[in-house]
């Protein structure tokens, strides 16, 4: 059983930077993908970012050169560095772990862009 507790959200000014972190507990390997989703009010879970076993990342378009993901195998933790961010990032990001064909999800931590 895997558990997976982020932190790193918060409050922050459009253009600002927010890191967020999720550390994982449980079997878990490096060959494993991480990542995080997001939930905006009104509007569907959608995919942020990936990063998998092999190191290659996947960004949805609408994040593409303003985040990046990052995993520590020795720590089990995923990072996910925001930059340029926009009041559209406003969302709960979960912090997500593949066990094919199993999902692990976190808590959610709350990421709000507004000036």
């Known amino acids: 059983q895997v558990q997976l507790v982020e932190s790193g959200g918060g409050l922050v000014r459009p253009g600002g930077s927010l890191r967020l972190s999720c550390a994982a507990s449980g079997s878990i390997s490096s060959s494993n993908a991480m990542g995080w989703y997001r939930q905006a009010p009104g509007k569907q879970r959608e995919l942020v970012a990936r990063?998998?076993?092999?190191?290659?990342?996947y960004y949805a378009d609408s994040v593409k050169g303003r985040f990046t993901i990052s995993r520590d195998n020795a720590k089990n933790t995923v990072s996910l560095q925001m930059n340029s961010l926009k009041p559209e990032d406003t969302a709960v990001y979960y912090c997500?772990?593949?066990?094919?064909?199993?999902?692990?999800w976190g808590q959610g931590t709350q990421v709000t862009v507004s000036s």
């Open positions: 997500y772990a593949q066990i094919y064909p199993n999902a692990y």
């Open positions: 990063i998998f076993g092999g190191g290659s990342t």
